[in-house]
């Protein structure tokens, strides 16, 4: 058992304070020991101690340990703990703090995917190329630098960081693997918490990595204000570009995984007013599943507020007579973004026959119930920040579709053309 002026002598060493004699016991150091006690009772009352009668412990306070109490240590003072940002019960960032001023934000993206995983991977290198049977659902988080111009329309939702001890962001940090059950549950508190039911879907190309996917993802998610949930869906492409007609048949094996993520975020949560965002490859997946879910069930259709095809590699002539009628409509078309320079398509095309739907080098895809918009020489890669005048990313123009829901003839960037086909539009050169 601890004796009471044992505790005493080993903390006045390790304190210096026994070696202190200058001070006089005054009624203000009396004051300072009685404020040491209060920040010992927690350590005192988990130790078994003999307590001994109150004048020994008056003796001791008159004594060393007033005249010593200016040399505690440092570490002993509640500002010299390490600072850790709590962005919610299952995430923190290690010395970083909250900041309306911060440079960092924290951006929170749900995901489903058909990659298999290993757990005790760091999160960059958990989910690999190779195929799983089934699917895992989770939630990610990812760390980016901060747009100045875009910091008025950040969403309540965002917490923005100052991190004392930085990487090179922007840098995904965390992922939760969570039960189906887990994740309906994790997204209808964040639209109970922020009042929102909007809902960011987006799947990405064949030349992409998890991570890269994931952070895209989050880097829209931010770039656009969105401020309701952000999904990505994650199918196991290869992070190559020699792949490609192998990756075509992972993504057609992974339509019944995206058809599960659909339904689960349909039938089990509040979400109601969905933007999808495809890009390249991951077009065959979205378009194919939702035609299907819409001819079997026209009534989900009301829940898609905007179908978004980037540079998508699918058959023009295919997707005219397949996809368009069905996906669109007269109040809500499809809006398809098509380029004649943009790197995304130059391996599809080389393995192409025919004409893509994303590529308007020969002229721009006229079909009913879409808005195309002919971004010419822009790439559709969406790599990087786009801030409102930035007219090398296709994003501002998404921004004003998503924030305002205006139209492609309404929208300030957009030109509009006139062909033999019909009208369509062009986006700054």
Same mark, same amino acid.
């Given at each position: 058992m601890v004796q009471f002026r044992d505790f005493i002598e080993i903390f006045m060493n390790l304190s210096g304070i026994k070696n202190n004699k200058s001070l006089t016991s005054t009624g203000t150091n009396i004051g300072r020991w009685h404020l040491l006690l209060c920040g010992l009772v927690p350590f005192l009352t988990s130790c078994q101690l003999e307590i001994p009668d109150l004048n020994v412990v008056d003796? /001791?306070?008159?004594? @060393?340990?007033v005249s010593g109490i200016r040399n505690l240590p440092a570490r002993a003072f509640p500002d010299e703990f390490e600072k850790i940002a709590y962005i919610d019960r299952d995430f923190n960032v290690p010395n970083a703090e909250i900041s309306n001023d911060g440079e960092f934000v924290v951006v929170k993206t749900y995901f489903a995917t058909n990659r298999n995983y290993k757990q005790a991977e760091p999160a960059y290198q958990m989910f690999n190329e190779?195929?799983?049977?089934?699917?895992?659902?989770?939630? *990610?988080?990812?760390?980016?630098?901060?747009?100045?111009?875009l910091r008025a329309i950040e969403p309540i939702s965002i917490q923005a960081l100052d991190i004392s001890d930085t990487s090179d962001p922007p840098l995904l940090s965390q992922n939760n693997i969570l039960s189906p059950k887990e994740f309906s549950e994790s997204v209808m508190s964040d639209i109970n918490q922020f009042n929102n039911n909007d809902a960011l879907i987006y799947i990405h190309g064949f030349n992409d990595s998890y991570e890269d996917? /994931?952070?895209?993802?989050?880097?829209?998610?931010? @770039? +656009? #204000?969105f401020s309701g949930p952000t999904f990505l869906f994650s199918w196991p492409a290869r992070d190559s570009t020699t792949t490609y007609l192998g990756d075509l048949e992972r993504a057609q094996a992974s339509k019944k995984h995206f058809e599960f993520m659909m339904e689960q975020i349909l039938s089990t949560t509040a979400i109601d007013k969905i933007y999808l965002i495809t890009h390249t490859t991951g077009a065959r997946i979205g378009i194919s599943v939702l035609r299907d879910l819409f001819t079997i069930r026209p009534s989900a259709r009301a829940r898609f507020r905007e179908i978004i095809l980037i540079a998508p590699d699918i058959n023009s002539q295919e997707f005219t007579t397949e996809y368009a009628p069905i996906l669109g409509s007269n109040n809500s078309p499809v809006t398809l973004y098509a380029s004649s320079n943009s790197s995304s398509l130059d391996i599809p095309k080389r393995f192409s026959t025919?004409?893509?739907? #994303?590529d308007s080098i020969s002229g721009a895809l006229i079909t009913g119930r879409v808005e195309t918009i002919d971004a010419g020489v822009t790439d559709l890669n969406l790599d990087g920040h786009s801030n409102y005048s930035d007219? *090398?990313?296709? +994003?501002? @123009?998404?921004? @004003?579709?998503?924030?305002? #829901?205006?139209?492609?003839?309404?929208?300030?960037?957009?030109?509009?053309?006139?062909?033999?086909?019909?009208?369509?539009?062009?986006?700054?050169?």
């Open positions: 003796q /001791v306070i008159e004594s @060393d340990i190779s195929i799983s049977n089934s699917i895992t659902f989770g939630k *990610n988080y990812t760390i980016l630098l901060r747009e100045p111009e996917a /994931v952070i895209r993802a989050a880097q829209v998610s931010y @770039d +656009l #204000g025919s004409k893509l739907a #994303g007219t *090398n990313s296709i +994003l501002a @123009d998404i921004r @004003d579709l998503i924030r305002n #829901g205006t139209r492609a003839n309404s929208r300030s960037k957009l030109a509009i053309k006139y062909s033999p086909a019909g009208v369509y539009w062009e986006y700054p050169r």
